[in-house]
């Protein structure tokens, strides 16, 4: 008697769970004529926060990058954007900001640490200004160099 029951309730169980299928299943063809509907992109973390990797950092990034390829590989720098300001980063590492460029309010700003350990910050004109600091920023990037030998001694 219980392996009847048994059997009869497993029966069951299948049966309503074909039924129920069945039914989503016409259902979704009677809904198949309407026409296709683009489903809209979810905005990224950084559109939601209203940061936009504008034209004018997207050059300056550019311009700093083919500075410092003079002395490291090209590959090796990368950039995060922020709401106030676009890090250039060594090895993508936030540890190893080479510069960061204030591009986004009335007046535009250039900031790299010196050797002293201090923010150094000059209002530039125009992004070609960016090349007047070409010695900062190379030595910006050497003081790492420098410290990732002294650390693998």
């Avoid at 500075?67 to 250039?88: S, V």
């Avoid at 993508?92 to 050797?115: F, G, M």
Wanted: aromatic share 10%.
């Amino acid at each position: 008697m219980v392996k009847k029951t048994l059997q009869q309730y497993v029966s069951e169980l299948i049966s309503d769970r074909l039924k129920s299928a069945l039914s989503n299943e016409t259902n979704s063809f009677k809904e198949e004529p309407r026409e296709e509907q683009i489903q809209p992109v979810p905005p990224t973390s950084a559109e939601v926060k209203g940061i936009e990797f504008t034209d004018l950092e997207r050059e300056g990034f550019f311009i700093v990058k083919s500075i410092l390829r003079t002395k490291i590989d090209g590959n090796r720098i990368y950039y995060r954007d922020t709401q106030r300001y676009l890090n250039i980063l060594l090895d993508d590492n936030i540890r190893k900001t080479v510069c960061r460029l204030h591009l986004n309010a009335s007046k535009k700003y250039l900031t790299w640490t010196d050797d002293l350990g201090k923010e150094a910050k000059v209002e530039i004109n125009s992004l070609d200004n960016i090349y007047d600091y070409t010695e900062q920023l190379i030595s910006s990037v050497l003081r790492y160099e420098k410290l990732a030998e002294a650390q693998s001694f």
